[in-house]
């Protein structure tokens, strides 16, 4: 079964700098999402994006945050000068289209020092 | 704003009994409700989901109903076991391309 996948899984980062983690959503998907859960809590809605676009964003998702396709495959979350309270599980997912089902990556664990 | 209240925040069942958990939206205009169970460490996996023009779904051992008149929506577990055991999610769509998800349900079936 297609997976979508999350790379690196694991990031550790100083305060201030940039970090960009990488997502490979199934390759006939239209829709991506990337999620934010902080340990322990809900799972949080960051930016949803189609057709080379945003379709939405929560509050969140402010001027620090950028997401971008780059390329044919990959759909990349860009977090500018990170704080400490950046620190959380980031997910990425895709789906066919927007009424069909989401699927989740394994996630990025981003630690912020 | 939008918003997804989810009840209870644990949840403690012997096996074999059901478990049952309540989300209500604040969106009327959501339209598709899934349920996850995310497992320590792992991903949100979709275990059921519901549209706004159905009022049950149901799959071996899970169901789930929704009262779009009272903006509820419910998970059912049956003859539950102890591999059951995560937190589960519920999550509406809004209107527009945004998900917002409940603060979750630990669930623990007792062996």
């Known amino acids: 079964e297609p997976e979508v996948t999350q790379t690196p899984s694991h990031q550790v980062t100083q305060m201030g700098q940039e970090v960009i983690l990488r997502c490979v959503p199934i390759?006939?998907?239209?829709?991506f999402y990337w999620y934010r859960q902080i340990l322990g809590q809900k799972v949080e809605f960051l930016v949803s994006?189609?057709?080379?676009?945003?379709?939405?964003k929560s509050e969140i998702f402010d001027d620090q945050f950028s997401v971008e396709r780059p390329d044919g495959s990959n759909f990349t979350l860009k977090i500018r000068s990170t704080k400490l309270e950046d620190s959380a599980m980031y997910f990425c997912a895709s789906s066919e289209g927007w009424e069909q089902p989401q699927h989740f990556g394994d996630g990025t664990r981003l630690s912020i020092l | 704003g939008e918003n997804v209240e989810q009840h209870p925040s644990t949840l403690s069942v012997q096996e074999g009994d059901s478990a049952v958990i309540k989300c209500t939206y604040s969106d009327s205009a959501s339209n598709y409700f899934p349920w996850y169970k995310q497992e320590l460490g792992k991903r949100p996996q979709l275990i059921i989901d519901?549209?706004?023009?159905?009022g049950e779904k149901k799959d071996q051992r899970i169901a789930v109903t929704l009262n779009k008149t009272a903006k509820h929506f419910s998970l059912h577990i049956t003859e539950t076991q102890p591999e059951d055991s995560a937190v589960y999610f519920c999550a509406a769509r809004t209107g527009t391309y945004k998900y917002i998800f409940g603060t979750g349900t630990r669930l623990k079936v007792l062996a």
């Open positions: 390759s006939n998907h239209l829709y």
């Open positions: 994006f189609y057709n080379n676009e945003i379709s939405e």
């Open positions: 519901i549209r706004s023009n159905v």
